[in-house]
C-alpha cells in the first residue's frame, strides 16, 4: 500500500492555478482492486489540476494498451485506451452530506480541513470506462471478423441446431409455435 501515497496530491501547497501531474500505471496498480478482465495495462494518465479558491477543476486524460479476450470467440486483445474525463472538487464543512445529495457525478466535496487529494479511484474507475463494453476481433480489409474461424463455425453449428429444434430441452415447445 506504500505506493499508494504516489496518489495522492498534496495541494494545500499549490498556488492557485494549473499544476500537471504524470502517472504510469501498470497491472501492479489494480492489485488491491477486484480481479480484472483485461491485462497487461500500461497506461499514461495525465492529470492537470486547475486549482481555484474554494474548489479545483482536474482533467484526467487516459491513453494506454490492455490485453483482454475477445467476447466473441475468447482470441486475445490489445485494446487502445483513451478517453478524457473532468472532476470539480468543491471544499465544503460537510462533504459526506453534500456528496451524498450531489446528483452530478462529475461533482465531488471534500473537507475544508483536507491537505491531501486522494486519485487512485477515479484513475482505476477512468481506466475501467476507458475499456469498451463488446470487444470484438477487428474485421479485415474485406469487412470479414477475424474471430477465430473453429469458433465461429462452431457457434454457427450451435445456432443451427438450436433453429432447428435439435436441443431436448426446447424439443417440447415446438407442438404451441403456431397456435393462436
Not at 470506462?129 to 462452431?154: F, H, M, R, W
Amino acid at each position: 500500500m506504500n505506493n499508494r501515497r504516489a496518489f495522492e496530491i498534496p495541494f494545500v501547497g499549490l498556488k492557485p492555478g494549473v499544476h500537471e501531474f504524470q502517472y504510469e500505471i501498470d497491472d501492479k496498480f489494480f492489485a488491491p482492486y477486484d480481479e480484472q478482465d483485461f491485462t497487461n495495462v500500461y497506461a499514461n494518465v495525465k492529470l492537470t489540476l486547475d486549482k481555484k479558491n474554494g474548489f479545483m477543476l482536474l482533467k484526467f486524460d487516459i491513453d494506454g494498451t490492455a490485453d483482454a479476450a475477445c467476447d466473441r470467440c475468447g482470441n486475445p486483445l490489445t485494446m487502445r485506451l483513451w478517453d478524457e474525463f473532468n472532476i470539480v472538487v468543491k471544499m465544503v464543512d460537510e462533504p459526506q452530506k453534500m456528496n451524498e445529495q450531489e446528483e452530478d457525478p462529475d461533482v465531488y466535496y471534500i473537507s475544508k480541513t483536507e491537505s491531501h487529494l486522494h486519485i487512485a479511484d477515479w484513475i482505476y474507475e477512468f481506466i475501467n470506462l476507458s475499456i469498451p463494453t463488446q470487444k470484438y476481433c477487428p474485421e479485415d480489409a474485406e469487412g470479414k471478423s477475424t474471430c477465430n474461424p473453429e469458433v465461429l463455425k462452431k457457434l454457427e453449428q450451435m445456432e443451427n441446431d438450436t433453429e432447428k429444434g435439435a436441443n431436448p430441452l426446447w424439443k417440447g415447445l415446438d407442438q404451441f409455435k403456431n397456435l393462436q
